[in-house]
């Protein structure tokens, strides 16, 4: 009689997980996980509206969209940051002046990584009311007057200083009820988001920053622009 | 190296070389934790702000914006990870192997940024971005960092540390192979 077959062995197996096998999953947990958040985080794409005289791809707000052949000066800022606030009181005016006058094409990016500063989302919120002065053709005025207020880093904007900024600025009636919706709304919460991106990728990561047909303008040219308000014919000459 | 050393802590209760394979072990412990503990902070802290992690990297102006979008997404949940398994003393070895890989990354992307003239913060945790030509703090930042890679070295050449998932797993195992 044949012998049946020996059962088979249990204890053979190394008992415990094997560390290779620990290690395996490991890693490839760990690998899932960064992928998931690469995917969750990476964004959308850059296509959200912005109203009037917005670029697409969150390329910021054109106070002269019309203008040909002059200087393309990008002015980066979140409209929390302190020095903003000071580049705005020094050479906001002379700035702004130089687009009125068809000497340069100036774009505003705002960008809003201070929102965490604040507690409510004070940097996006001011952002966005920004692209609603656009639409109601108010844009340099309405940023140079909201960085007049602008409160200490942290404390916040509350909405009543856009409202009340934008009707010093001039806007009334309709225009002033379509501002006021649009700022309670957050309306362009996604092109102000956008704007945050673009901003990062074109490489600048700090405000303010101005760029001159792309340029970045140096650390010592930016603190003339900061500490005379003259300046900035000569910086923008230097920078070219 | 490390079979040695298990067994003369085993063989000599009281003696010199018990009291050094003691010693060891803490150092190892220490290393662990301090660079455990760094990476998970680190980690976390570029986790809650992810845009600042990719704006970080966007400031050593070393990558196109597509790979340091994708290196200051990913690079976070490494390094908890890593952390991780340092604290709990898991995979030891390959963690310290991890976390002194990353660290001498570390110290090379800082001392670019110094060579080319940069002024930036390395955004170690999480804060990066340009900062005043005054106020880098690039030597700090790389010996710190090279002092984290050698806690790492010193775990990839003796894992064999005190309170550590590793040491369970062995144990038991052992255990049930004598059974």
């Known amino acids: 009689m044949p012998r049946p077959p020996a059962p088979k062995s249990k204890a053979a197996k190394a008992s415990g997980p094997p560390m290779g096998l620990i290690g395996a999953v490991t890693a490839v947990v760990v690998a899932l996980v960064a992928v998931l958040v690469y995917l969750a985080a990476r964004g959308d794409g850059l296509d959200a509206s912005g109203g009037a005289n917005a670029l697409p791809e969150g390329g910021g707000l054109v106070v002269n969209p019309d203008v040909e052949n002059v200087p393309e000066v990008i002015v980066y800022e979140d409209f929390q940051c302190p020095f903003c606030g000071q580049l705005e009181q020094t050479s906001g005016e002379t700035i702004i002046e130089a687009a009125e006058a068809g000497d340069i094409k100036l774009t505003y990016i705002f960008m809003s990584f201070l929102d965490g500063a604040s507690g409510n989302e004070s940097s996006s919120r001011a952002a966005n009311a920004a692209v609603c002065s656009a639409d109601a053709g108010a844009l340099p005025e309405f940023v140079l007057t909201v960085f007049e207020q602008q409160p200490q880093e942290g404390v916040g904007y509350e909405d009543q200083v856009f409202l009340d900024a934008a009707e010093s600025v001039g806007v009334e009636g309709e225009q002033l009820e379509e501002f006021t919706s649009c700022v309670e709304e957050r309306e362009y919460q996604s092109y102000v988001q956008d704007m945050g991106e673009r901003a990062t990728e074109n490489g600048v990561t700090a405000t303010p920053t101005i760029t001159v047909d792309g340029e970045p303008v140096g650390q010592e040219q930016m603190q003339q622009l900061l500490s005379d308000p003259t300046s900035f014919e000569s910086v923008l000459a230097e920078t070219q | ?179």
């Open chain 2, 1 to 179: 190296m490390s079979a040695t050393s298990v067994s003369e802590s085993r063989t000599a209760p009281e003696g010199g070389a018990g009291r050094r394979a003691r010693v060891l072990d803490l150092v190892g412990l220490l290393a662990r934790l301090v660079l455990g503990g760094v990476l998970l902070v680190a980690g976390y802290l570029k986790l809650v702000d992810l845009d600042g992690a990719v704006r970080s990297v966007v400031a050593y102006d070393l990558f196109d914006y597509e790979v340091a979008k994708f290196i200051g997404l990913t690079l976070p949940v490494l390094e908890v990870a890593v952390g991780v398994l340092l604290i709990l003393g898991l995979l030891t070895r390959a963690a310290g192997f991890g976390g002194t890989a990353l660290m001498v990354v570390f110290v090379a992307g800082i001392a670019s940024a110094w060579a080319r003239g940069l002024s930036i913060d390395c955004g170690c945790f999480g804060t990066g971005g340009p900062v005043a030509p005054g106020a880098t703090r690039y030597l700090e930042e790389i010996v710190r960092d090279i002092a984290l890679a050698a806690a790492g070295a010193w775990l990839l050449v003796r894992p064999r540390t005190p309170v550590s998932v590793d040491t369970l797993l062995t144990r038991r195992s052992r255990y049930e192979r004598n059974d």
